[in-house]
C-alpha cells in the first residue's frame, strides 16, 4: 500500500510542476528629449520589479522564463536617427546590457533573442535611439512600449 501511496504522489508533483503559467508585463513611457551636440542619445529603461508580478507568494522562488519582448517604437521627428536598439539586461545588472538587438524607429516587433538570459526581478530592457542630425535639441513624437512575456 505504502508504494502505491509514493507512486500516487510522486505522479502529483510531476504533473503539477509541467504546467507553466503564461503572463506578461507592459510597460511604456516617453524617451527623454535629446541634445544633438552632446551624443544625442534617447533612452527609455524598462526595469522589471517585484510588483509587475502577481501577488502570489509561492511566484517568489518560481523560476520565470522570458519566451519573448514585443516593442514598439517612436521616433523624433526633427532629427535623423543613426541607430535604434533594444537592449536585454540580467536582473541586477545596469552597467552593460546582456545583448542588443537593433530595430526600427516608429515601428514595432517581436524579438526572441533574449530568451535564455536569466529573467526574474530586477531584469530590464532599455529601447535605445542613437541621434545622428537635425535639430540640435530634439523631443520624441510619442512613447516606446515593451511587452514581456514569461512563463513561470
Given at each position: 500500500m505504502q508504494k502505491y501511496i509514493t507512486i500516487a504522489v510522486a505522479l502529483a508533483l510531476v504533473s503539477s510542476s509541467s504546467f507553466a503559467v503564461d503572463s506578461s508585463i507592459t510597460k511604456s513611457a516617453t524617451p527623454n528629449r535629446i541634445v544633438v551636440a552632446k551624443a544625442g542619445t534617447g533612452i527609455v529603461r524598462f526595469g522589471v520589479l517585484s510588483s509587475d508580478?502577481?501577488?502570489?507568494?509561492?511566484?517568489?522562488?518560481?523560476?520565470?522564463?522570458?519566451?519573448?519582448?514585443?516593442?514598439?517604437?517612436?521616433?523624433?521627428?526633427?532629427?535623423?536617427?543613426?541607430?535604434?536598439?533594444?537592449?536585454?539586461?540580467?536582473?541586477?545588472?545596469?552597467?552593460?546590457?546582456?545583448?542588443?538587438?537593433?530595430?526600427?524607429?516608429?515601428?514595432?516587433?517581436?524579438?526572441?533573442?533574449?530568451?535564455?538570459?536569466?529573467?526574474?526581478?530586477?531584469?530590464?530592457?532599455?529601447?535605445?535611439?542613437?541621434i545622428e542630425g537635425g535639430k540640435n535639441y530634439g523631443t520624441a513624437a510619442g512613447v516606446d512600449r515593451v511587452t514581456i512575456n514569461y512563463s513561470y
Open positions: 508580478f502577481p501577488s502570489d507568494r509561492s511566484l517568489i522562488f518560481a523560476t520565470k522564463r522570458l519566451t519573448s519582448i514585443n516593442w514598439e517604437t517612436t521616433y523624433y521627428p526633427d532629427n535623423v536617427e543613426k541607430k535604434v536598439e533594444i537592449c536585454y539586461y540580467r536582473p541586477h545588472r545596469h552597467s552593460e546590457p546582456d545583448l542588443c538587438r537593433p530595430i526600427l524607429p516608429n515601428s514595432s516587433g517581436t524579438v526572441y533573442d533574449f530568451n535564455s538570459l536569466a529573467f526574474d526581478t530586477g531584469a530590464s530592457v532599455v529601447i535605445r535611439h542613437v
